[in-house]
């Protein structure tokens, strides 16, 4: 089966860094894609990470260890903006379908 | 910048009516997606599309679903007789490739009564 977990909730302080990390355990891995989604919107990209290691843009960095089936996204200078859920989705190898995890829902206090 | 588009943004129907959801894609892009979110779940995979022809479909999508590319530029999604918990925001999503990441579009939300 498929399983991707992530925490349902995370609260962190105006200009402070978030980590929200995910794990997955998937029959086959093309690379992991992490989405922002506000309420009653559609998902936006994020990243997307095929090789270990990290990967910056802004003030967003994402991180995969395919070993660990493993992966965290990492928000800096946050902003109330950076209120919404962020979802992890694994791109599954020899399917071209992406399965996404529960989504964490993240709220910046100022 | 280039967006993926959907028509209706909100369809209303009746249980056992057929609907039709329309998604245009980024024009050179490849690869096309249908997902669904029931409210406040997660988004589930529906189906992918390549080449005029199904790629891959989840278990969700059954003999009442269908998708077509009817011409160079629309992607639909039917579902032939709606049932209540087929009532979800639909999204639409292409790709320039399988490996490259996947634009969403702003969705549709179905309700069906």
């Known amino acids: 089966g498929q399983n991707i977990d992530q925490p349902t909730e995370m609260t962190a302080t105006e200009g402070a860094i978030v980590q929200i990390n995910c794990t997955y355990q998937t029959s086959g891995f093309n690379g992991l894609f992490w989405y922002q989604q506000h309420a009653g919107e559609a998902p936006t990209f994020l990243s997307y990470n095929v090789l270990d290691g990290l990967e910056e843009k802004g003030r967003f960095s994402s991180f995969l260890s395919r070993s660990k089936g493993y992966s965290y996204l990492l928000l800096k200078e946050l902003q109330m903006k950076d209120s919404a859920s962020y979802l992890c989705?694994?791109?599954?190898?020899?399917?071209?379908?992406?399965?996404f995890g529960s989504g964490t829902r993240l709220s910046i206090r100022p | 910048e280039p967006e993926v588009t959907q028509t209706p943004s909100h369809q209303v129907t009746q249980m056992g009516q057929e609907v039709i959801l329309r998604c245009v894609p980024i024009s050179n892009h490849l690869y096309f997606y249908w997902y669904r979110q029931i409210l406040g779940q997660k988004v589930e995979f529906l189906v992918s599309?390549?080449?005029?022809?199904?790629?891959?479909k989840s278990e969700i999508f059954d003999d009442q679903f269908s998708v077509e590319r009817p011409d160079g530029s629309n992607f639909t999604l039917k579902i032939r007789s709606t049932k209540l918990e087929d009532s979800a925001m639909y999204f639409c999503a292409s790709s320039a490739g399988v490996n490259y990441e996947q634009y969403f579009g702003p969705g549709t939300r179905l309700t069906v009564t």
């Open positions: 989705a694994v791109f599954l190898s020899s399917a071209s379908k992406i399965i």
């Open positions: 599309f390549y080449n005029n022809e199904i790629s891959e």
